[in-house]
């Protein structure tokens, strides 16, 4: 199983428009550590391509979400995609 299906099937299940995860709740869905890297704006990109090679943003985007990093929280704002 891919990394961050649990975070797609988590996505999926939700009924809110837009809802926050910090940190510790996205690696206790994924049952693992997000990189360091997930501290950078750059990695909770929301990449349209479909042959980006991010498979975080493939997870969020394919449940119907785009994700944005609140900077300096550790936490991340999800929103439906329009």
């Not at 009924?15 to 510790?24: G, K, M, Y």
């Not at 979400?65 to 929103?79: H, P, Q, T, W």
Request: proline share 7%.
């Amino acid at each position: 199983m891919p990394k961050y299906d649990p975070l797609h099937d988590h996505l999926c299940a939700q009924t809110l428009r837009e809802f926050v995860l910090s940190f510790e709740e996205i690696e206790e869905i994924i049952g693992g550590r997000l990189p360091a890297s997930a501290a950078r704006p750059q990695w909770w990109e929301n990449a349209t391509a479909p042959n980006t090679s991010h498979v975080q943003c493939k997870a969020w985007r394919a449940a119907g979400y785009n994700a944005f990093l609140v900077i300096g929280s550790g936490k991340v704002r999800f929103e439906r995609s329009p």
